[in-house]
């Protein structure tokens, strides 16, 4: 089934974004496995989703849902970074 | 357009009057846009529009307020062009991190790299901000005036970065029909 290997890909990249969240040396370079893997995984588990749930309106909700975590952990991301860089110096250089 | 249209300094943003007060039109397409959003995500129920009505206008308002000092929008096409560009590069990103972290000994050089931006409109910037953290290695850390400050997982080899970014910096200039001097003719 297509939908139990996008689950099995999901799993991936969320284990991925948390085993680089707990190994990663500093705040910015585990700011890199919390965006990137766990967007994908988060796609993944929406397309699916796509797959087993029917209807359109459910489908544009899904990927609506998947635009707005992607908009906000971009953003939050960046925001944390530039308050790590500017603020107690802690993460600097 | 091009580098003419420089981004007004934060607090002075009377110098951009230019556009005039918004027009029934978009009040009425913003409006119309967030309220299906909400139908959307919410569902029918009638008594969500409790939080609904007032999230709808919120946005509505803050939508028009920052768009008199964004750069316009993407052109339709070009931004349809760039959504599997974007899927794609967002996967490479994923499976670039987890990669590196899987290993017994990671393969990182995490550092921070300076980036000049040619990019001048506003609406640009945010995108290029947003989407370079999605993309293989990068992290948008801070951007004063047109210096970017990026993170990377291994940032040892800066030329490459330099021409990851001014890529990535040159297919958003073409969303928005902004035409970029070539770093060659600098």
């Known amino acids: ?29 585990r700011l890199h496995a919390l ?17 087993e749930g029917p209807g359109l309106l459910n489908g544009i ?16 991301a960046h925001l944390i970074a530039k308050r790590a860089l500017r603020g107690d110096g802690e993460d600097d250089r | ?7 007004v300094p934060l607090g002075d943003f009377r110098l951009d009057v230019t556009r005039s007060k918004p027009t029934v039109g978009a009040v ?24 609904g009505a007032p999230a709808v206008i919120a946005a509505t308002w803050s939508s028009l307020h920052l768009s008199r000092r964004a750069g316009g929008s993407p052109r339709p096409l070009a931004a349809l062009a760039f959504v599997p560009f974007f899927l794609w ?9 987890a990669w590196r972290v899987m290993w017994p000994r990671m393969h990182i050089a995490p550092g921070l790299h300076s980036y000049r931006l040619r990019l001048a409109n506003a609406s640009a910037r945010v995108l290029l901000l947003d989407t370079l ?18 993170h990377a997982l291994d940032a040892s080899d800066g030329a490459l970065l330099d021409a990851d970014i001014a890529q990535l910096e ?8 902004e035409r970029l001097v070539s770093v060659l003719d600098q």
């Open chain 2, 133 to 150: 953290s999605l993309l293989p290695g990068t992290l948008s850390a801070d951007l004063r005036g047109d210096i970017l400050t990026v």
């Open chain 2, 170 to 177: 040159q297919r958003i200039g073409a969303l928005f029909g």
């Open chain 1, 35 to 51: 965006t990137k893997a766990d967007n994908v995984g988060l796609g993944l588990l929406v397309l699916g989703l796509l797959l």
């Open chain 1, 61 to 76: 909700k899904l990927v609506l849902i998947w635009l707005f975590v992607l908009a906000a952990s971009a953003t939050g």
């Open chain 2, 1 to 7: 357009m091009g580098l003419s249209f420089i981004a």
């Open chain 2, 28 to 51: 009425l397409l913003r409006l119309g846009l967030f309220a299906a959003t909400w139908l959307v995500t919410a569902g029918t129920d009638p008594t969500s529009w409790l939080i």
């Open chain 1, 1 to 29: 089934m297509a939908g139990d290997r996008l689950h099995l890909g999901r799993s991936f990249f969320f284990i991925a974004g948390t085993v680089g969240l707990m190994r990663l040396p500093d705040r910015l370079s």
């Open chain 2, 89 to 97: 590069q967002s996967l490479r990103g994923a499976f670039d991190v």
